[in-house]
C-alpha cells in the first residue's frame, strides 16, 4: 500500500490548543509536524492514527536559547536552524557535525527536534546526541510539565516516554566548561541511515575527565549510550590506553543485528573504531587543540 488509511485532520494553534485536541480525540491522534517519518508509515499502514493534529503553527515552541546554566532547544526546531546555530556550535560541536549527515537539505529544511525525537527511530541521529549531551526532555499535559533524562526517554523501537494526551515542547542541555564534543557516522550513501554513529562529550579539568557522555546509534546500543565506557573515562587522565578500552567496550556492549549494511563483527568493530576518533576529538577540543 503507498496511500494512507483514511484520518480526519485538526490544526493546532497553541500548545494548549494542541493539548485540548489530544485529548478530545484521545489515542486515536497523532501529531504531525515535519512528517518525515510519520508519512511514509501511513502510506505503508505501519500507522493509522484516525486524527493527525498538525502542530507546524505552533512557532512558541521553535527557539535556541541560553537559559542560566542549560542550553534550551524548542521541539519544533527545524533541523536546518540547529545546524545553522552559532549559540549551539559556541558550545558543541556536536550539533553541528551530526546535522550535516541527517538527510538532506529538503528534509532538514522541515523535520523537527521533537519529530525526530519522538519517533524513537533506532537509527536516529539526534537521539544519540541528546543521550551524549545528557540532556533533558521537557514534556508537557493538560495538567503538568515533567522532565525525563535522555537515557530515560526512548522506552523501545518506536516508542518514547510521551504518553497520550502530551506534548515534548523542550530539549535542555547542560552547559559543561572545559568541555568538547564530536560526533562520527558512517552511512552506504549521503544522507542514508547510519550503520553505525558515535557521538562523544569530554569535560575536562586540568588533564583529568570529570564528565563524560557517549552517544551510540543504529546498533542496538541500551538507550543509545554505553555507560561502561562513560565510567571508564570519568575520573582518568584520558590517555590513549583509557580511550582505547572505552571505544572497546562501546564495540563490545551495543547489539548489532546482521543485514544489508554488514554483518555483526564489522558494525561492532566500526563502532569502536568511530567511538575511539569521536572521543579523541572531543578531548582535543576540550583541551583547545583544535577547533
Known sequence: MQVPAVFDYERASTVEDALALLRRHGADAR?????????PMMKLRLARPEVLVDINGLKEL???????DELAIGAMTRHA???????????????????????????????????????????????????????????????????????????????SAVRDGEILTEVRVPLRPGSGSSYRKVERRAGDWSI?????????????????????T????????????????????????????AAKRCGELCNPSPDQRGPVDYKRHLVEVLAGRALRTAIARAKGDVN
Open 31 to 39: 501529531l504531525i509536524a515535519g512528517g518525515h517519518s510519520l508519512l
Open 62 to 68: 521553535d527557539y535556541i536559547r541560553l537559559e542560566g
Open 81 to 159: 536552524t540547529v545546524l545553522s546555530s552559532t549559540l549551539l556550535a559556541q558550545h558543541y560541536h556536536i550539533f553541528a557535525e551530526a546535522e550535516r549527515v541527517i538527510a538532506d537539505p529538503l528534509v532538514r529544511n522541515r523535520g523537527t527536534v521533537g519529530g525526530s525525537l519522538c519517533q524513537s527511530d533506532p537509527s536516529e541521529d539526534l537521539s544519540a546526541v541528546f543521550a551524549a549531551l545528557h540532556a533533558r526532555m521537557v514534556i508537557r499535559s493538560a495538567t503538568e510539565t515533567r522532565s525525563v533524562d535522555a537515557k530515560g526517554f526512548h522506552v523501545g523501537p518506536y516508542q
Open 196 to 216: 553505525a554513529a558515535v557521538g562523544a562529550v569530554v569535560q575536562l579539568q586540568s588533564d583529568t575527565v570529570v564528565d563524560a557522555g557517549i552517544g551510540i
Open 218 to 245: 543504529a546498533v542496538g546500543a541500551e538507550q543509545f549510550t554505553c555507560t561502561e565506557a562513560e565510567e571508564l573515562l570519568r575520573g582518568s587522565d584520558a590517555s590513549e590506553s583509557v580511550v582505547e578500552a
